[in-house]
């Protein structure tokens, strides 16, 4: 059994990995695996998982340069929900919810899946007829979305300001019940652990370099900075570096990566009940299990691989959470942090074989695919061990950027694109 010194249990305490929590295979890199999936957020590690437990594919290797769930899995704001306007969309997003509302039973490891209610604000005439025409389509796929009034918003979520002297009124909302909000990090063990009980390995500091083509095209394996690993499938899930990782294989995707950020407030008692998203005023706000109001901003004007967002777009973004929440005037931040999205021109996924034989990609959630995890490696997973893509994802292809068939979502988050 490993022995924890206090040194070493803070030192990996405050990287994220306590001892306790660590409960996965991380072994030597074999030389060859049928699968490597390159990158260990949520998508990659539940793909591995999914390989495992629905493809009995087990000889799999999850391959992440950093420590698992370090990327945007450990650093969005968790918001749940599946009420896209589009029928492709709404599909893929719907998949998930209905696999997060078993999650923690499939994994065996509570991922504190919370549907409280995901409510997105109006403030004029074009926010009303847009949300009202999302409400439409969702019920006409059979997805919970339900008009309120301003007075309803107000019930449903107590501590709003839904005085109309406001610069932004709140002029009604849309609510999704089933949305909610789950934990990030959990989502990442609890998926590593459940597929490393399977036999994958997780090979963390190890960061691939590189991508091998035989003489027929066909993929090799990976050069990575613990030397090169052999495959006969590689499936790259690397959100914000997917384009350098694809070029590698000399691959190119529309895909540009900008900082996104979130910061969250001291802990406070139980003050916030449901998920609150603005679209207009660039703000969401949810409240965690910890106490903390966890609030995100928009997107940064540029493309950047930084971890941090422009400090001009927090400000904003706190300007408006007190405007929409005057109670909260007088909480203190405690912390800020940033991730890298990327970002497609019509804002929906690629998750798809490559023109490189053995190649598979999955990328281009941008500010939205944390909601998108489980039902993401389901389909990518699928997409693998068939060689084809599952209905579900058969849509996302990197060809309808050629072919004009693409699935614009551009209002689907409620985030500055
Ligand atoms: P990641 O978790 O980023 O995993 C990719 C991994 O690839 C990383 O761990 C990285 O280290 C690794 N990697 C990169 N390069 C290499 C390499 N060369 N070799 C090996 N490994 C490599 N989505 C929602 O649905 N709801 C939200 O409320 C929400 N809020 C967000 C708020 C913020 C501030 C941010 C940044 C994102 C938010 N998102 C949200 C988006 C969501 O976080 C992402 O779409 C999702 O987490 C992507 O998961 P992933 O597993 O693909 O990526
Ligand atoms: O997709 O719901 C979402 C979201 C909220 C904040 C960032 N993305």
């Not at 968790?78 to 719907?94: G, K, M, P, Q, V």
């Not at 384009?243 to 529309?254: C, E, F, Q, W």
């Amino acid at each position: 059994m490993r022995k924890f010194s206090a040194f070493a249990l803070l030192r990996e305490g405050l990287s994220g990995q306590a001892g306790w929590q660590r409960q996965w295979r991380s072994p030597e890199p074999k030389p060859r695996y049928d699968v490597v999936i390159v990158g260990g957020g949520g998508h990659g590690l539940a793909t591995a998982f999914y390989l495992a437990e629905r493809h009995g594919i087990r000889d799999v290797a999850v391959v992440e340069k950093g420590w698992i769930g370090g990327g945007n899995t450990g650093r969005n704001t968790t918001i749940i929900r599946s009420n896209y306007l589009h029928d492709e969309s709404a599909a893929i997003y719907e998949h998930a919810v209905k696999l997060w509302e078993n999650l923690a039973q499939a994994l065996n490891y509570n991922v504190m899946y919370s549907p409280r209610g995901v409510l997105m604000l109006a403030h004029n005439t074009h926010d009303i007829q847009s949300l009202k025409r999302h409400v439409h389509a969702n019920r006409l796929n059979g997805i919970d979305n339900e008009w309120l009034s301003p007075q309803q918003c107000k019930a449903f979520c107590p501590p709003l300001n839904i005085d109309r002297a406001m610069r932004y009124p709140i002029l009604g909302g849309a609510l999704q019940r089933r949305g909610g909000t789950a934990r990030h990090d959990a989502v990442a063990w609890g998926y590593a652990r459940a597929a490393s009980a399977r036999g994958v390995d997780i090979l963390e500091n190890c960061e691939v370099t590189g991508i091998r083509r035989g003489a027929s095209g066909a993929i090799e394996g990976v050069e990575t900075s613990r030397g090169f690993i052999g495959a006969n499938k590689v499936g790259v899930v690397a959100a914000g570096h997917t384009s350098v990782i694809m070029n590698m294989a000399g691959v190119r995707l529309p895909l540009e990566s900008f900082p996104l950020q979130a910061l969250v407030s001291e802990p406070v008692k139980p003050a916030f009940p449901c998920v609150v998203m603005s679209n207009t005023i660039h703000a969401y706000i949810s409240q965690s299990d910890k106490g903390e109001m966890v609030i995100g901003a928009g997107t940064d004007a540029y493309t950047s691989y930084s971890q941090r967002g422009a400090l001009h777009i927090a400000t904003h973004t706190l300007d408006a959470i007190c405007e929409l929440v005057p109670v909260f005037r007088r909480l203190r931040m405690l912390r800020n942090w940033g991730g890298i999205v990327d970002v497609t021109p019509d804002r929906s996924p690629i998750l798809a074989k490559t023109p490189v034989p053995g190649l598979y990609v999955n990328c281009g959630w941008g500010t939205g695919g944390f909601k998108a995890t489980p039902g993401s490696g389901d389909v990518f997973a699928w997409t693998i061990a068939k060689d084809a893509p599952h209905p579900i994802n058969a849509p996302f292809t990197i060809e309808r950027f050629r072919e004009g068939v693409l699935i614009d979502e551009a209002a689907a988050a409620a985030v500055a694109h």
